[in-house]
């Protein structure tokens, strides 16, 4: 098989995974392994029950999760169980992460999604 036609195989199936996901407003309404992935900003939200990520990144481009803890990347945050709250420019000190987010926007933070 070539790698165009895995490529539409993998889309199908990935499209497939998301429009059967259910709605929810919490984790509870999820699976044991899923979360409720909701858009950034949105915590307070409507979003779709996914499986939580297992491979995630070792990059650091930091978020703040709706948990309101601050997360090296969004894939730790997802395999936590927790949506994005903002994206952080960058964090000042590496013992930041795993505590919790700033209280107030600062300068340093992204603007939320729409």
């Not at 407003?25 to 392994?33: E, G, H, I, V």
């Not at 964090?91 to 340093?108: D, E, H, I, M, Q």
């Amino acid at each position: 098989m070539n790698r165009t036609i895995a490529s539409i195989l993998a889309l199908a199936v990935c499209l497939a995974v998301t429009a059967s996901a259910r709605l929810c407003r919490t984790n509870d309404a999820c699976s044991a392994n899923a979360f409720c992935k909701k858009a950034m900003g949105n915590c307070g939200g409507t979003g779709r029950c996914v499986e939580r990520p297992t491979r995630i990144t070792l990059e650091l481009i930091p978020v703040c999760g709706c948990d309101g803890l601050v997360y090296g990347n969004k894939g730790e945050a997802w395999a936590s169980g927790t949506s994005i709250k903002r994206r952080v420019r960058r964090v000042a000190r590496p013992s930041r992460l795993g505590g919790p987010c700033a209280r107030k926007r600062s300068t340093n933070d992204e603007p939320m999604a729409p």
